[in-house]
């Protein structure tokens, strides 16, 4: 089993943060500014490096105006209960 830190999700989380971003016209310094944080910040969760919590996630989803209900349906509409480690 890999670890909880190597799950292939977290990917996923971040190419749909960084596609509502983009359909939204934003840059990341934009949402930076929103979130009062760098820009280094927005551009370390979206390409993985840093992964977010949910706390983080739901302040980002708020600064791209985004429904978390709807956030977490896109997400879930995209992976499996099968591919949950145990």
């Known amino acids: 089993m890999a670890h909880p ?3 292939h999700r977290y990917p996923l989380i971040a190419r749909l ?3 509502l971003r983009k ?3 934003l840059l990341q310094q934009e949402v930076a500014d929103r979130l009062g944080r760098t820009q280094t910040f ?3 969760y979206e390409s993985g490096v840093r992964r977010i919590d949910v706390i983080e ?3 980002i989803l708020q ?3 985004a429904d978390p209900h709807e956030f977490i349906d896109r ?5 499996s209960l099968s ?4």
């Open 5 to 7: 830190l190597h799950d």
């Open 17 to 19: 943060l960084t596609d």
């Open 23 to 25: 359909q939204r016209g």
């Open 42 to 44: 927005v551009s370390k």
């Open 57 to 59: 996630l739901l302040d």
């Open 63 to 65: 600064a791209l105006e």
């Open 75 to 79: 997400f879930q509409g995209q992976t």
């Open 83 to 86: 591919t949950l480690p145990r």
